[in-house]
């Protein structure tokens, strides 16, 4: 909403009521940090998010790609021993300056080094790991797919062709030994890959309008 107000007062627009837009974005961003994150750390990235992702390229419909993925991306290089380090599921997290809670690496971290996570299948499709605040719950997350494609909230076609291009990823260069099919499930469940696919990708305003564009895009 500051920034919003600011860029208004800036342009001598004023503040449009009806462009919510700045608040989906920032509320994407916040969902792909840990719920330990230092609040400087939410106010930066929802700056860059608005004023850089959004408006620095025209304001809504006119970015380039989604304003989420940028501000987590300048984050996630400014702060990676913040943004990839996650309280444990159900411990107590302070509310004051430091949450004083254990933080412990994520499920992707084991399989940048070749590692195979401990962590049971059931487990990572119910959330209950280590990781983002709003990413890890996947089964929710699918559900969430399945409701914006029948209502037409989002596009089938980019979201599958996304997932689609991901497991072949996967599968072709496993980052484990243990199998494409295993490298597939981990990478999948592990990270943001099933958010984006329902939150990210599907932009509307960045997206093409004929189908097989969008499977390419």
Known sequence: ?????????????????????????????VLMLPASVRYGIVVLGVAFTVLIGKYAFGGYGKY????SAFGFAFISVSFPNEIYRYPASFSA???GADSGAALFSG??????????PS????DLFLGNYPG??????????LACMVLFIVHK??????SLAFLATCAAWAAAFPRIQTGSLQSVI???????????????????????????AKAIY
């Open 93 to 95: 997290i302070g509310t």
């Open 186 to 212: 981990y990478e999948f469940l592990s990270g943001a890959v099933i958010f984006a696919a329902v939150f990210i990708v599907p932009e509307a305003t960045v997206t093409p309008k004929n189908p097989m």
């Open 64 to 67: 380039p790609f989604h304003p």
């Open 153 to 158: 909230t989002i596009s089938w076609q980019i």
């Open 119 to 122: 962590i049971d299948t059931v």
């Open 132 to 141: 983002p605040m709003g990413t890890t719950f996947c089964l929710i997350i």
């Open 1 to 29: 909403f500051v920034c919003d107000v600011l860029v208004g007062a800036v342009l001598k627009k004023g503040y449009d009521v009806s462009d919510i837009s700045s608040y989906m974005f920032a509320l994407i961003y």
């Open 107 to 116: 499920v992707a971290s084991s399989l940048k080094y070749g590692g195979v």
